[in-house]
């Protein structure tokens, strides 16, 4: 695989899908969601079309963020080791900076309170 030294070496690319568990001003633990950002924005400044999906978790409020709901839903696998079971996913979006922030709205996701750690009042259900 080729390094990749600076933005120029992607002159064939138009667009970029960044996935992450993290995004400042959206929902992070550490340093991810700095970087996922920062990325992106350069990515933006540089002239390709960016776009983020990320988990949309129980503490996210995508309203009160100014996300809006795309209105598109629909049922996929979303199977446990040892149960099958349908999921309903939907998504949020807005713009931020140049950069196309999608939410994936999902029970498995929306049940979280944490990005990485169950809280304790996640072990409690």
Do not use: C
């Amino acid at each position: 695989m080729k390094a990749l030294h600076n933005f120029k070496d992607l002159k064939d690319v138009e667009s970029i899908w960044m996935v992450t568990r993290e995004y400042r001003g959206v929902a992070g633990a550490g340093g991810v969601k700095d970087v996922s950002r920062d990325l992106a924005e350069s990515l933006v400044r540089a002239g390709y079309e960016v776009s983020v999906i990320m988990p949309r978790y129980g503490f996210v409020k995508p309203d009160e963020l100014g996300f809006k709901t795309l209105g598109t839903q629909f049922d996929v696998n979303a199977n446990y080791a040892h149960e099958e079971r349908r999921e309903n996913v939907g998504f949020w979006h807005q713009k931020l900076k140049g950069v196309d922030v999608i939410l994936v709205e999902a029970s498995r996701f929306s049940e979280k309170l944490g990005v990485y750690v169950y809280t304790g009042e996640e072990e409690g259900l």
